[in-house]
Structure formats: structure tokens, C-alpha cells
């Protein structure tokens, strides 16, 4: 998968909006000892299971592909204008 410039902050605000989206749907927030890779595993599998995210093929599934895949998300997501996707 190619790096996507701002990986790290789209990353960051693809968390911050999966949270979010995660509370409202009714689960708890994460607690402060849990890992930015938990955090991100357990929100692809929420998007994915919601049908807003493809999955990855099973051969792929691994922490680094899922985070890339919120960053690309969350960049989809995002007004062609934010600082982010400059």
C-alpha cells in the first residue's frame, strides 16, 4: 500500500472520528492504558463490520495495513481543502 502524505495526523483524526463514532453507536471509550493499535484494530472492525470500510484480504490483515486504511478512510472523508491533505 503506498504512504498517503500527513499518514501519522490522518491517522490520528481517523481515531479521534472512529471514537467518536464508536461511542455513539454504543460502545464504551477506550480506557487510557489501551494502545493506538488496539484503539485502531478495534475501530476498523467496527467500520468494517458497519459496512463503511472494505476489509482487507485476510492475507493483509495486520496492524499496519488496518492503520493505513483508516488514514486513507478518514482522507475520503476529509473537505478537499483541509490541512491534512495538503
Not at 32 to 37: C, M, V, Y
Not at 55 to 65: K, S, T, V, Y
Request: charged share 30%; net charge positive.
Amino acid at each position: 500500500m503506498k504512504k498517503l502524505k500527513n499518514e501519522k495526523e490522518l491517522l490520528k483524526k481517523a481515531l479521534q472520528v472512529g471514537q467518536d463514532y464508536a461511542v455513539k453507536r454504543g460502545y464504551k471509550t477506550f480506557g487510557p492504558t489501551d494502545s493506538a493499535d488496539q484503539k485502531a484494530e478495534c475501530i476498523y472492525r467496527l467500520l468494517v463490520n458497519d459496512k463503511l470500510l472494505t476489509p482487507l484480504p485476510a492475507d493483509q490483515e495486520n496492524g499496519l495495513h488496518m492503520r493505513q486504511r483508516l488514514a486513507k478512510w478518514i482522507a475520503g472523508k476529509l473537505p478537499a481543502d483541509h490541512p491534512l491533505l495538503k
